[in-house]
């Protein structure tokens, strides 16, 4: 049974496994090798897809930055988040950005029911969900160990000449007066690398939520790139997501160097859509329609390769729909540790060992558009779009990837049943208003 999720853990009942969650930003569908990719290389991922489990219908929390990471972090879908949109209304009591809305004290983060089980947690990288001083901070929400940026605006700025580390501003000395030596993106993973090496007796938890591929188009070299008769941003862009790629391999081979492989598992996904989409190019979204900031595939599918030897199946692929907010329970569940009460996600861990899980439930993301509000909703085979009353669009998507042909007339049942799940999916915001039109 799935009582003690930690007894597939090599066969150790008291083991629990390491946690590494690694996710890009605006990382498209379809820009690795695994998932369809032509033109970038992505050697290390392409081999951790023949270790993992693949999944090709896994969701964002939402179709932007900051809401996506607070579904990831709370469990909580969109209709309930205290995140809702990169900026909503708010007059800011510190020195963060007018607009920029920080997760509440009371919020209780993945780190925070980890440690309840006795993890170690870290995180590098963005965090997007609170400014300084505000009731938003890693270090507040479970970290123990947090370098990065706080700031989704300053996040792009690869040769930043600070970064956070715990409360404090650390320079980078290498980037005084505009020099360019350092590249954050670098210094992100060699904390990542001392974090594991550090904690390698376990349990750990570390959130490595890379910054790149997003735009500022800033990098040391476009290597293997520079012959490419591409446009510059393009043949950065590639040059990002290669680089990404050699360094979630150099974490997988710390893992198997410290003999720790086997006893922890790794995720690898992206915060939403492809931002350009580089059609033509590099087709990031695929099949997909629209891309990043649009409730339609292309925004808030994601690329999802979860691994854990000898538990998760290799090399398999899996078409089980399933998303951010599902990610708290899960990691609970694998730590044998208790989430909060009223989230929206589900412990997906049958799934990710292989097995069969019946699971006939809601998805649910949301976006507020100068005042309106704008719902998409995913239920087994069907995707329900709606702008304010009545779903007027749903899409077979395991037919129809592209959601090209809208099939609502011909299926009022499913519009019905759709419909009346909305009617109390949602709480409003002061943040975000609504204009009620109904």
């Known amino acids: 049974g799935l009582n003690d999720p930690r007894a597939h853990a090599s066969g150790d009942r008291d083991a629990k496994p390491n946690i590494v969650f690694i996710m890009a930003d605006d990382l498209g569908y379809a820009d690795l090798g695994c998932y369809g990719q032509k033109h970038i290389r992505t050697p290390h991922l392409d081999r951790m897809a023949t270790e993992s489990l693949r999944f090709t219908n896994c969701y964002t929390g939402a179709s932007v930055c900051a809401p996506s990471r607070c579904v990831l972090m709370t469990g909580q879908h969109l209709g309930h988040a205290t995140v809702r949109g990169d900026k909503g209304i708010n007059e800011p009591p510190h020195d963060g950005q007018r607009g920029r809305i920080p997760l509440k004290a009371s919020d209780i983060t993945v780190a925070t029911v980890l440690k309840t089980a006795g993890y170690a947690t870290g995180i590098t990288g963005k965090w997007g969900l609170g400014e300084p001083g505000s009731t938003g901070l890693p270090n507040d929400h479970g970290f123990d160990e947090w370098l990065g940026y706080l700031n989704q605006d300053h996040a792009p700025d690869y040769f930043t000449e600070f970064l956070w580390r715990n409360k404090e501003k650390m320079p980078l000395e290498g980037n005084r007066n505009n020099q360019q030596r350092q590249y954050s993106h670098d210094v992100l993973t060699e904390f990542a690398l001392d974090f594991i090496r550090e904690h390698r007796g376990g349990p750990f938890f570390l959130y490595v939520p890379y910054c790149i591929p997003h735009a500022r188009y800033q990098i040391p070299t476009v290597a293997p790139y520079e012959n490419e008769p591409w446009e510059d941003d393009a043949k950065v862009h590639a040059a990002m997501i290669t680089r990404m790629d050699r360094d979630v391999g150099r ?43 649009s409730l339609y595939e292309g925004g808030i599918r994601t690329p999802m390769l979860v691994r854990w030897p000898g538990n998760t199946p290799a090399g398999r692929v899996s078409d089980v729909p399933w998303y951010f907010a599902d990610v708290l329970p899960t990691l609970a569940d694998l730590a044998g540790a208790t989430p909060p009460d009223g989230i929206d996600g589900v412990s997906v861990l049958p799934t990710l060992l292989g097995r069969a899980q019946k699971l006939d439930r809601f998805l649910y993301w949301e976006q507020v558009k100068s005042g309106v509000l704008w719902q998409a909703v995913r239920w087994g085979r069907w995707k329900a779009l709606r702008k304010s009353r009545e779903p007027k669009e749903l899409y077979d998507v395991t037919r129809d990837i592209s959601e090209t042909t809208n099939v609502a007339a011909g299926h009022a049942e499913v519009i019905a049943r759709i419909t009346e799940f909305l009617r109390n999916v949602r709480t409003e915001t002061p943040h975000w208003p609504t204009k009620r039109t109904n």
Do not use: H, M, Q
Not at 260 to 268: E, L, N, P, Q, W
Not at 280 to 287: A, E, I, L, T, Y
């Open 251 to 293: 974490i997988l081979a710390l893992l198997k160097d410290l003999d720790i492989d086997g006893s922890t598992i790794v995720f690898f996904c992206s915060d939403n859509g492809s931002a350009r989409g580089w059609a033509c190019v590099f087709d990031s979204c695929g099949p997909l329609r629209e891309k990043k900031r």
